[in-house]
T-cell receptor
Framework: LAKTTQPISMDSYEGQEVNITCSHNNIATNDYITWYQQFPSQGPRFIIQGYKTKVTNEVASLFIPADRKSSTLSLPRVSLSDTAVYYCLVGAGYSSNTGKLIFGQGTTLQVKP | DTGVSQNPRHKITKRGQNVTFRCDPI?????LYWYRQTLGQGPEFLTYFQNEAQLEKSRLLSDRFSAERPKGSFSTLEIQRTEQGDSAMYLC?????????????????FGPGTRLTVL
């Protein structure tokens, strides 16, 4: 699975838009880009997944440039409850055998009042 | 609540004791995964089941660890002769498989985890 690089931590304030960028220079043709969110003392939770261009759901948007070597998770108007660790994962594509997830350290987002 | 349950939620044991954790996945999910997470790190893959077959084990899974999924339903993870280094959160996840259509390929649903403390 492709290695990912993302900031260790970020701070924001309530109501602001937060953008977390993930680098994945060695992404393979079949790889999808997936983001998970994890609150303290809970398991990770799927947020969004994309292959190219832009994907939006009720929680976030995911922007993927044409070369797919990076991606940006965008959280609109964050609240205190968005304080969590956000993981960028690349792989587990359609042809994956096991689908196991390879997590990095993630980005710890701290939202302040 | 994701629909994946784990028991117990917390376990404190003394070094050298055996412990067993249970995971009940979402009933229609044929794939089941175990991960381990230590403080400040992302979850690390331990093992994977498709139905009742254990198809992959990480090198992290020493011979003191064993996992089963009888009948392809719930799963158990046993650690024998626990060591202080085994202290971690043990997470279970389930999914329907990598071929899921739409934009949620191989979405995994995680349980709340079992936090193990070895004294």
């Amino acid at each position: 699975l492709a290695k990912t690089t993302q900031p260790i931590s970020m701070d924001s304030y309530e109501g602001q838009e937060v953008n977390i960028t993930c680098s994945h220079n060695n992404i393979a043709t079949n790889d999808y880009i997936t983001w998970y969110q994890q609150f303290p003392s809970q398991g990770p939770r799927f947020i969004i997944q994309g292959y190219k261009t832009k994907v939006t759901n009720e929680v976030a948007s995911l922007f993927i440039p044409a070369d797919r070597k990076s991606s940006t998770l965008s959280l609109p108007r964050v609240s205190l409850s968005d304080t969590a660790v956000y993981y960028c994962l690349v792989g587990a594509g359609y042809s994956s055998n096991t689908g196991k997830l390879i997590f990095g350290q993630g980005t710890t987002l701290q939202v302040k009042p | 609540d994701t629909g994946v349950s784990q028991n117990p939620r917390h376990k404190i044991t003394k070094r050298g004791q055996n412990v067993t954790f249970r995971c009940d996945p979402i009933s229609e999910h044929n794939r089941l995964y175990w991960y381990r997470q230590t403080l400040g790190q992302g979850p690390e893959f331990l093992t994977y089941f498709q139905n009742e077959a254990q198809l992959e084990k990480s090198r992290l899974l020493s011979d003191r660890f064993s996992a089963e999924r009888p009948k392809g339903s719930f799963s158990t993870l046993e650690i024998q002769r626990t060591e202080q280094g085994d202290s971690a959160m043990y997470l279970c996840a389930s999914s329907t498989g990598a071929g899921t259509s739409g934009r949620r390929r191989n979405e995994q649903f995680f349980g709340p985890g079992t936090r193990l403390t070895v004294l």
